[in-house]
């Protein structure tokens, strides 16, 4: 049996040697690539991701894990033999399910929606991308009937990103959270906006990129294995557990930018960094989850990299890097700057408090369109009264409102927005967690050291990779399920601080 | 049996892509890859070169390339899709000969080789290496008889790099050659030694690579279609015809490496990116061979850009590029410096003249011990007599004798070392053919102008991509089969100004 599961191994190895190329081919593309490689490099891309996907579902791996299917049992559940056989045979019956013609329409579609989608959102054009979309919703529930009994048509598509989430549990814990966040947001929107000028002023590159780097080393992230380049839209990516890389884009003007970057992929990067290497190259090697993934993004960049206590450290640091523009900007300007709730239009661009409004009404209507509740040529009205109803304003046209995401336009409707909130409700449970096994991450974090933290996480999440669901996880680590308490309380005691609540 | 064609193109797209990603990989890991990457790129890279040989040598290919030999006989002889199918058959025969086991066999003594040479050279311990250098003849002198038939041993070896070359042919050329080029460097070196100290100042990097940019622009390299980074042992890379990258080395205190090496790479990249088009990916896409590839970089690198018309447009340029260096300098004398003839031990550090000779010496030895009429254990006194002879003095030790090229010690012997010389004499041959058809080339390059050059080598050599082998290439670019009278005249007419010979 341990050699048939070796076998095994050699063939998840190999195609995840594929992915790994692929994974560089495109951080290539979007970071040193000159224009005249990208035709070249699209078919390159495609050739990569078909023959992985050929290889994954070659019939051979279904007979491989029906082999070890007696080993399997036989073994405990959380085993690293048993995990990676249940990984794989998981991925292996999503990959299996769908056809590949199947999955070669979808893409084809997406191709093609986002290339209307991309000139449609500058002209604020519904109208152009409405049957593009109307397909999208076609093909992404035809998606979800490859994987029939499901509960809710969504779940099928929920569980491509976050496994073992559905939305008989993600809906009503995120009603829970919006009945909570909407008077939180009102109160403080009904407060002076803070001042963020003190960000916008003219903040060289290099000097942001070498306080920043410097912060990253000290949460712990190793640039031995990975490295920092820039790029448009930034993203962490991995090539093996020793080449864990980051993308990141800094404007000279605004100094969140970069440094709020950097602190996001860093929090990837730290969780895929972390891995056991036992895992390396298989199928556990990767987070649990895009959740979860997200809560340690959130929790580097926000819960520490928005705290007091950490700008406490790092703030006289920044100043003396910045003299002439921070030299008289006192740490309370800039606290409250950094953490500035206002009510706006983009998601992208929302803080810590409004964000998971614009994730909700996404999700929300990701379900209505599903479940045939809402016609897609009915969304640009209700996007417009849903945001007056959560944030009190109204989108002044399409472009700014529904059109302003990619998810929809260039991949399926469903599944795709989740996990940001369900990151920022984990960010704050695990810190919770972490703090309650160790207080004096409080004081260490207003020293500039992050060891402990990041020891726990390592030690509790970042270490175990896929081997456990985010369900599994959650009770693992926090001894019971997802809950927006930590979240909550931690919002209403930072911003209690900064605002009347 | 145009869809069967287009159907082989596929598969060789396919195959190409593979082999493009390899390159990428290889590319990542020797200009940003973090330390920690190593161990895994190991593992993806031998990985997509194993599939891509197994793609390759698939018997569906022969069956592709048998139905399609009626159609290519009934072709011209140069178009495009017969000399498609003609260069696939020769890769697919030299492919398919060697069983896969035997050539994991060759890679495997070959890293184990290497890893004991990288100890034993610093070391100066040529014994350590012996019996891996004798498994290394006896695996060559194996991987050649797979080629039965053969005129010499060394000739499927050769054919590997310089396809339609042979012993037979290159070894009286290089027997003339040699017989001209040794009295010449002795008449040269009889005579005061050039001074070199003005290339030997501190040269900052960025103003090095600024003017070495402008010039490879010049040249016709476009940074629209390939980019330029650092590494540590330069070379020139191709992921499609509109991504032809090169690397190269620059060091502070000696302006002739970083400028000599971007214009020595940026001549393999010229040809890489003048291919034609259709061919993108697949197997006409790339040089002729080893030496025609080398007759480009030797080309731009030294018949043009060590040449004093090229000086006399870019000397003031460089001279108010670094004014407190250079600015005292006359052209004279970095004329001279920047063509310093003398008799060194090391191949790579040798001038025009002398590298010939080392190349030469090399060559020999390879076919001496091919023929088995000279044995590994003898090597190192071989080298010194024969050095002795050549150059008139003697290595004090192995480090810098038989132990300096990695060639033997990480690769097969016999075939490796013939292209550097081929390439110098085609260089030559080449440039003359210009210069015969457009005698204004001359004068465009004391313009600093270099386009007439450009589109003669494009049209005649660039655009054909593997089309010819070289020997078809020469005949048809020059009229006549490959010639030393043109690179020697080469040599004494510029040499002859600097030197009385």
Redesign the interface.
């Known amino acids: 049996m341990e050699s048939k599961l070796q076998e095994l191994k050699t063939h998840l190895?190999?195609i995840n040697?594929?992915g790994?190329?692929?994974s560089?081919?495109h951080w290539?593309q979007t970071t040193?690539?000159?224009?005249?490689?990208?035709?070249?490099?699209g078919?390159?891309l495609a050739?990569?991701s078909r023959?992985a996907h050929e290889k994954f579902t070659d019939p051979k791996i279904g007979k491989f894990l029906d082999d070890l299917q007696p080993y399997e049992e036989s073994l405990p559940y959380d085993s690293d033999d048993a995990s990676l056989i249940r990984a794989t045979r998981r991925g292996y019956e999503k990959a299996t399910k769908v056809p590949p013609s199947f999955m070669a329409e979808i893409q084809n579609h997406a191709a093609e929606s986002y290339q209307v989608w991309t000139k449609a959102r500058p002209e604020n054009d519904f109208s152009a991308v409405q049957p593009y979309l109307e397909k999208n919703l076609d093909l992404s529930r035809q998606l979800a009937d490859f994987f029939p009994g499901y509960e809710h048509i969504a779940d099928p598509l929920i569980d491509f990103s976050d496994e073992g989430m559905k939305a008989s549990t993600v809906r009503p814990l995120f009603a829970e959270l919006r009945e909570q966040l909407v008077p939180i947001m009102q109160t403080i929107t009904a407060q002076p906006t803070a001042d963020d000028s003190c960000l916008h002023q003219t903040f060289p590159e290099a000097q942001q990129l070498e306080f920043a780097d410097d912060v990253i080393k000290r949460f712990g992230y190793?640039?031995?294995?990975?490295?920092r380049?820039k790029t448009h839209h930034p993203f962490m990516t991995k090539?093996?557990?020793?080449?864990v890389?980051i993308t990141i884009r800094t404007k000279e003007d605004d100094l969140s930018e970069g440094l709020f970057s950097m602190t996001h992929e860093a929090g990837h990067a730290l969780y895929e960094q972390g891995t056991c290497t036992d895992y390396?190259?298989l199928p556990l090697d990767g987070g649990a989850s895009s959740g979860v993934h997200e809560s340690q993004s959130r929790l580097w960049e926000n819960v520490v990299g928005r705290s007091r206590g950490f700008w406490n450290f790092f703030y006289p640091k920044l100043q003396s890097t910045f003299p002439d523009q921070l030299g008289d900007v006192p740490i309370d300007t800039f606290y409250r700057a950094i953490n500035k709730v206002e009510r706006s239009l983009i998601r992208t661009d929302a803080d810590e408090v409004t964000y998971n409004l614009h994730v909700m009404l996404r999700f929300d209507f990701e379900l209505d369109l599903l479940e045939g509740k809402l016609a897609v040529k009915d969304l640009p009205e209700a996007w417009r009264e849903r945001f007056q109803a959560d944030f009190g304003i109204v989108p002044p046209d399409d472009r700014d409102g529904v059109l302003q995401d990619v998810h929809w336009y260039a991949g399926g409707i469903g599944g795709g927005f989740q996990g940001y909130t369900l990151g920022n409700i984990l960010g704050a449970q695990f810190f919770a967690a972490a703090l309650e096994a160790h207080p004096e991450i409080t004081s260490e974090i207003e020293a500039g050291q992050f060891g402990t933290l990041h020891d726990w996480l390592k030690e509790n999440i970042y270490q175990h990779g896929s081997k456990y669901t985010a369900p599994e996880l959650i009770e693992r680590v926090t001894g019971g399920p997802l809950r927006i308490e930590p979240y909550i309380h931690y919002l209403r005691s930072k911003y209690g601080t900064l605002y009347s609540l």
């Open positions: 190895m190999e040697d594929l790994s190329a692929a560089i081919l290539d040193y690539m000159p224009p005249g490689g990208a035709a070249a490099r078919r390159q050739t990569l023959l190793d640039f031995e294995r990975g490295r380049d090539f093996s557990i020793g080449d890389r390396e190259g």
